[in-house]
């Protein structure tokens, strides 16, 4: 039986501990914030603004449902989207979503997931250190350095690392000084975000079965992003450049008052006034895409979602593909009878694959939305048509295939490059 040591018991890290656990190895977890079944504090972070709600599509929920979650338990943390609403001019234009299969995405309670997450580690008997931060690996002994909250350190010894340990990654840190020709990309993103949250969506005129979606009429400054979880409140993720007139860093309420006015015409006074007091108050997020060449060290490490492929999320796929790369390790050590030597190159050549045509359709979805226009309406709608009406030529709508599927991300790609031949010879580009 493999010990295998996990960095980071976040999404991620504690699935994929989840599926080893059940698979009879003996899992340590290492996190640095506390117990979120005993204190949610560090999970429900509302004054640095983490996105609370986030949504899980078809892929995300498979892969949790294969870890043998039962769905009733995942749905209970979630509100079930059935389509978009896109704000313009202060009106909504819906779009309703045909589900391919029989699973609608949810707007997840992240922490109420992350709850979920840890019940069912624990049910499996894995081994929590919380409030442990990793400060070193030693990848080619397969060992750790922890320290505690009282500050004492020690090492750990496992015959796997797997990091798990978010966009930072300190076992990707250690992978760039071990390994010879390493490559390893950080892009900052000309826009940051931050997390508005209101209490009562239903109040406020907003269906909790919705994705939200503002900004599209701004001409490329401003991209929003909406959703209901099931205590009732939405949440807002205020994407805006960190620079110029109107940005993150505004300060003036009047400048702020004024956007508030423009893109929530539908909200009260009295709201509007609300979120401008969090706006001012809450500090900014940077969003950042990172890319490494190979997701494994030998047969002693691998990295697994955002530590191996943190991405923007102006496609909202970062959790769905890091659930989907426990799932996919999982499987490969039933293909291949738990042999790290062959299951860690092969997630790498599976994995890198799929995570750069994600991470390349985001930053196309970002390009759309930052220069943004009624372009992307007249698309959608010509897509639908064609699609209707060439079925066996025109590709369907990616959208769907995106939120209703798991399909690989390298053939909705491929749908993506089609449909913008499509969309040069229909002459909407
Ligand atoms: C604004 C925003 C909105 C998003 N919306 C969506 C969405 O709608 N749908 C979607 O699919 N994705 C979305 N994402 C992406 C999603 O949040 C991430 O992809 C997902 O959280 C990745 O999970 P993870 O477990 O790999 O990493 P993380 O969630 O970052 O977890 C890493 C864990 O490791 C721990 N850790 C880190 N370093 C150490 C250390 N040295 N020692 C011990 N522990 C450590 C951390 O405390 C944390 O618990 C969004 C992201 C943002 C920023």
């Not at 750790?144 to 010894?157: S, Y």
């Not at 990091?163 to 992978?175: E, K």
């Not at 702020?256 to 709201?271: C, E, G, N, T």
């Not at 390790?329 to 995570?355: G, I, Y």
Request: net charge positive.
């Amino acid at each position: 039986m493999h010990k295998t040591i996990i960095i980071g018991g976040g999404l991620a890290g504690s699935l994929t501990a989840i599926y080893l656990a059940r698979r009879g190895y003996e899992v340590h977890v290492i996190e640095k914030r506390g117990d979120p079944l005993q204190d949610l504090s560090s999970y429900v972070d509302l004054v640095s603004s983490r996105a609370i709600g986030v949504s899980m599509t078809v892929r995300g929920i498979k892969a949790v449902l294969d870890a043998g979650i039962p769905r009733q338990e995942l749905d209970e943390c979630g509100e079930k989207i059935v389509g978009m609403a896109f704000s313009v001019g202060g009106k909504y234009r819906v779009r309703e979503l045909t589900p391919l299969e029989d699973l609608y995405p949810l707007s997840l309670n992240r922490a109420a997931f992350q709850r979920l997450l840890n019940k069912h580690a624990y049910l499996n008997k894995v081994n929590y250190y919380f409030e442990h931060k990793c400060l070193d690996v030693d990848l080619e002994n397969k060992s750790i350095l922890v320290q505690d909250k009282e500050g004492e350190t020690r090492r750990i010894q496992g015959d796997l690392i797997i990091g798990a340990d978010g966009a930072h990654s300190a076992v990707r840190q250690s992978m760039q000084s071990a390994m010879r020709r390493f490559e390893f990309q950080q892009t900052f993103f000309r826009h940051g975000y931050k997390t508005l949250v209101l209490p009562d969506a239903q109040a406020l005129g907003f269906r909790k079965d919705l994705l939200y979606f503002f900004g599209m009429d701004s001409g490329g400054l401003f991209a929003g992003r909406a959703a209901t979880i099931p205590d009732g409140s939405i949440s807002f993720a205020i994407c805006l450049p960190f620079t110029g007139p109107l940005s993150l860093v505004t300060q003036d309420k009047k400048v702020m008052a004024d956007f508030f006015s423009r893109y929530f015409p539908s909200l009260s006074a009295s709201v509007r006034q609300e979120m401008l007091e969090q706006f001012i108050e809450k500090p900014s997020n940077d969003l950042i895409n990172v890319r490494s060449s190979t997701f494994h060290y030998k047969s002693n490490a691998l990295l697994l979602g955002d530590a191996a492929h943190a991405t923007a999320p102006f496609l909202g796929q970062g959790m769905n593909m890091a659930l989907e790369d426990a799932y996919i390790f999982a499987s490969l050590l039933d293909t291949h009878k738990n042999a790290l030597e062959k299951v860690l190159p092969e997630f790498t050549k599976q994995r890198k694959v799929q995570a750069d045509a994600m991470q390349d359709m985001a930053r196309a979805n970002y390009d759309v939305l930052s220069s943004s226009n009624p372009i992307f309406f007249m698309r959608a709608r010509y897509t639908r048509y064609m699609h209707k009406k060439l079925p066996s030529i025109y590709p369907p709508d990616m959208a769907e295939k995106l939120y209703f599927t798991s399909a690989p991300y390298d053939e909705l790609q491929k749908i993506q490059k089609k449909q913008n031949v499509w969309y040069k010879l229909g002459r909407v580009n």
